[in-house]
T-cell receptor
Framework: KAGVTQTPRYLIKTRGQQVTLSCSPISGHRSVSWYQQTPGQGLQFLFEYFSETQRNKGNFPGRFSGRQFSNSRSEMNVSTLELGDSALYLC????????????????FGPGTRLLVL | DAKTTQPNSMESNEEEPVHLPCNHSTISGTDYIHWYRQLPSQGPEYVIHGLTSNVNNRMASLAIAEDRKSSTLILHRATLRDAAVYYCILRDVRDDKIIFGKGTRLHILP
C-alpha cells in the first residue's frame, strides 16, 4: 500500500505571496491532519479534516487554511507569507472507522519544506 | 501544551538495549500513551502505544508504571538506524490531534 505523499517536496516563496501544499493520504484513510515543524517550536498541530469537514484546529492565524476533497486528498493554503512561516509542513493520515469514532495510528508523509525569503 | 517530560538527549551503544523514559504525571484515565519517532529528514513514524498494560511489538516494548504517571520505551537491541528523535505523547481517546513535545534525541554509538 502506498504511503502518504506530499507535493511539492521543496518550495521557495517570498514574503506576501501565498502557497498551496497538497497531501494524498493512504488509500482508505479518511482523516488528514497537518502539522508545522520548526526548530524553535517543534511539531505543532495545524488542523484535521475528516469527510471534507474540519474536525479540529490548532492555534494558528487565519492565514492558514485547508480543505479536503471527496477522495480524501487535502490541501493547505498559507496566504500573505511571513518569514516565520518557513518550516517543514507535515501531513498525516489515519483510518477512522466511522463518524465520531476515534481515529487510529497516524501515518506521516515526508513533508514539504517551505522557505520564505 | 505538551503534557509529557522527556530528557533532551540520550546516548547508547549499538547492539545494546535502550530505555527511553517519559514522565506524564497529569495523565487522565482517557489518555493513551503513544510513542512516535522521527528519523533524519523524514516525517514521524508510529512506534507503539498503550493504556495500562505493557505492550510489545516488532519495533519496541512499552513499559507503563502501575500509577501510569511514567512510561519507558525499550529498544531491545539498538542499531544505528534507531538514531532519531523519540516523542512520547498522551493522546486522549476523545481527541484527534496529537500534541508533540520536544522529544528525546537518541544517539547510537557504533
Amino acid at each position: 500500500k502506498a504511503g502518504v505523499t506530499q507535493t511539492p517536496r521543496y518550495l521557495i516563496k517570498t514574503r506576501g505571496q501565498q502557497v498551496t501544499l497538497s497531501c494524498s493520504p493512504i488509500s482508505g484513510h479518511r482523516s488528514v491532519s497537518w502539522y508545522q515543524q520548526t526548530p524553535g517550536q517543534g511539531l505543532q498541530f495545524l488542523f484535521e479534516y475528516f469527510s471534507e469537514t474540519q474536525r479540529n484546529k490548532g492555534n494558528f492565524p487565519g492565514r492558514f487554511s485547508g480543505r479536503q476533497f471527496s477522495n480524501s486528498r487535502s490541501e493547505m493554503n498559507v496566504s500573505t507569507l511571513e518569514l516565520g512561516d518557513s518550516a517543514l509542513y507535515l501531513c498525516a493520515s489515519s483510518f477512522v472507522p466511522g463518524q465520531g469514532a476515534v481515529q487510529e495510528t497516524q501515518y506521516f508523509g515526508p513533508g514539504t519544506r517551505l522557505l520564505v525569503l | 501544551d505538551a503534557k509529557t517530560t522527556q530528557p533532551n538527549s540520550m546516548e547508547s551503544n549499538e547492539e545494546e538495549p535502550v530505555h527511553l523514559p517519559c514522565n506524564h504525571s497529569t495523565i487522565s484515565g482517557t489518555d493513551y500513551i503513544h510513542w512516535y519517532r522521527q528519523l533524519p529528514s523524514q516525517g514521524p513514524e508510529y512506534v507503539i502505544h498503550g493504556l495500562t498494560s505493557n505492550v510489545n511489538n516488532r519495533m519496541a516494548s512499552l513499559a507503563i508504571a502501575e500509577d501510569r504517571k511514567s512510561s519507558t520505551l525499550i529498544l531491545h537491541r539498538a542499531t544505528l538506524r534507531d538514531a532519531a528523535v523519540y516523542y512520547c505523547i498522551l493522546r486522549d481517546v476523545r481527541d484527534d490531534k496529537i500534541i508533540f513535545g520536544k522529544g528525546t534525541r537518541l544517539h547510537i554509538l557504533p
